[in-house]
């Protein structure tokens, strides 16, 4: 079993940055890709972001292309996310996800297993 734990959310105005970590603890695949989505009660659960297990490839949400960064540290077992110029509408709560695999996946049904998430809010 794998267990993922979430931080770095918060209250952030409109403009700011926030990054938000994972790390994986348990049992760990050999390789893995990483993947972080978002959630509004409104909204169904969404794709954000993934990384390859080398992170050499990453694949971004178009709503968030050019503002959000995803980055990994294998040997410390812990990714993250670098959101800058945030916006109102990115106000989520925000999931880490692992799959097990070297490439980069989008579909929230191909992750083996999730966090918790973490509550980010951006105000006006």
């Known amino acids: 079993q794998v267990q993922l734990v979430e931080s770095g959310g918060g209250l952030v105005q409109a403009g700011g940055s926030l990054r938000l970590s994972c790390a994986a603890s348990?049992?760990?695949?050999?390789?893995?890709?990483m993947g972080w989505f978002r959630q509004t009660p409104e909204k169904e659960r969404e794709f954000v972001a993934t990384?390859?297990?080398?992170?050499?490839?990453?694949y971004y949400a178009d709503s968030v292309k050019g503002r959000f960064a995803i980055s990994r540290d294998n040997g410390k077992s812990t990714w993250y996310l670098q959101m800058n110029s945030l916006k109102p509408e990115d106000t989520a709560v925000y999931y880490c996800?692992?799959?097990?695999?070297?490439?980069?996946?989008?579909?929230?049904?191909?992750?083996?297993?999730w966090g918790q998430g973490t509550q980010v809010t951006v105000s006006s």
């Open positions: 348990g049992r760990t695949f050999s390789t893995y890709a």
């Open positions: 996800a692992v799959k097990r695999g070297s490439g980069r996946y989008i579909k929230l049904s191909e992750y083996d297993y």
């Open positions: 990384i390859s297990w080398s992170g050499g490839s990453t």
